[in-house]
Nanobody, 124 residues
């Protein structure tokens, strides 16, 4: 079992920045690839970013490429999502997730553990 707790969400004006954090506990954190997803009201949960176990490989959805940066600190059992140039359409609940498989996937069904989510609201 891996427990994930997100933090850092809030209200920000368009063009602003937020840094989301996800604290992991339980099994060995470095054994898991990590991802960030988001879900807006009435919409499906969307993939945003993934980072591999060592932190050396990252990938992003096109909608956030160049604006969001995923990173991790295995010594602290933390994963982060730096979000810059935020837009009103970025408003959603943001989730971190852990994938115990080394096989690359962006599908939420392939991630094994999820946090409870943190709300991000971007005002225009």
């Amino acid at each position: 079992q891996v427990q994930l707790v997100e933090s850092g969400g809030g209200l920000v004006q368009a063009g602003g920045s937020l840094r989301l954090s996800c604290a992991a506990s339980g099994r060995t954190f470095s054994n898991y690839a990590m991802g960030w997803f988001r879900q807006a009201p009435g919409k499906a949960r969307d993939f945003l970013a993934r980072i591999n176990r060592s932190g050396g490989i990252t990938s992003y959805a096109g909608s956030v490429q160049g604006r969001f940066t995923i990173s991790r600190d295995n010594a602290k059992n933390m994963v982060y999502l730096q979000m810059n140039s935020l837009k009103p359409e970025d408003t959603a609940v943001y989730y971190c997730a852990a994938d115990r498989s080394p096989v690359y996937s962006e599908r939420d069904g392939d991630f094994d553990y999820w946090g409870q989510g943190t709300q991000v609201t971007v005002s225009s």
